[in-house]
């Protein structure tokens, strides 16, 4: 099976030229704007192959004030942050409100973004969240049981662990929540059922991918390969 490079990208073989080392079908690349054709060319860096994947896929650490869009008149979108060379093949995974932070995908292959939004396959999503109130034992069975956020149906069971409760005459709450639906303000709409304000929400994992907690908010990096992997076992 070929290995697959995706970060490799044609524009990267051919930055690389600059520095010498690369080679299209034996022969070194002289000048950086040397074309290819990545279907029939070999292309090597270093005598190692390089393989060019169509598929583009980058995990980004969305800041609150950031739209999950590619353009908007008044807001900094997620593109205004991500710096690669394919930027503009990519588009969000899904959604999260303006003021959530946290795990965002940007891919460039739709099949695969609606087959991981699609409500049929029940892809989980966690979040950690600070609430304005108490959240309680009653809750946790609650969503467990499924609440009334005012659509058709109750929610699915969701999973809520409680971290931390700060009791007083404003208490708050720190919790965790694993839904495995993308209801429009879904957790947010699940806390105003049960009584309590959602003040700071953070997506931490969708499917078996985890938000890469050495990337700063505000940045993004391409998926390694295990987690392409992943993503599309998702
Ligand atoms: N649920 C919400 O309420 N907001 C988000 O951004 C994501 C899930």
Do not use: W
């Amino acid at each position: 099976m070929q290995r697959k490079y995706p970060q490799r990208s044609k524009k990267m073989a051919e930055s690389r030229s600059k520095t010498g080392g690369v080679t299209v079908n034996g022969a070194p690349v002289l000048k950086p704007e040397t074309k290819i054709d990545p279907e029939k060319d070999v292309v090597a860096l270093q005598g190692k192959q390089l393989f060019y994947s169509s598929f583009v896929g980058l995990m980004f650490h969305k800041p609150a004030g950031c739209v999950t869009a590619t353009q908007d008149r008044c807001q900094k979108t997620v593109m205004d942050y991500i710096d690669h060379p394919r930027k503009k093949d990519v588009f969000p995974v899904g959604r999260l409100d303006l003021d959530t932070e946290g795990l965002l995908f940007l891919i460039n292959d739709g099949d695969l973004s609606h087959r991981m939004l699609s409500p049929r396959h029940h892809v989980p999503k966690t979040y950690e969240a600070q609430i304005a109130g108490e959240v309680t034992k009653e809750d946790v069975q609650a969503f467990e049981e499924g609440v009334d956020i005012g659509e058709k149906k109750k929610t699915l069971p969701a999973q809520l662990e409680i971290l931390e409760v700060n009791a007083g005459e404003t208490p708050t709450s720190q919790i965790r929540l694993t839904i495995c639906e993308g209801k429009f303000h879904q957790v947010k709409r699940m806390f105003e059922a049960v009584g309590v304000t959602v003040v700071y929400l953070k997506r931490l994992s969708m499917g078996s991918l985890k938000l890469d907690e050495t990337l700063a908010t505000g940045d993004s990096r391409a998926l390694t390969q295990e987690e392409l992997e992943c993503l599309k076992e998702s």
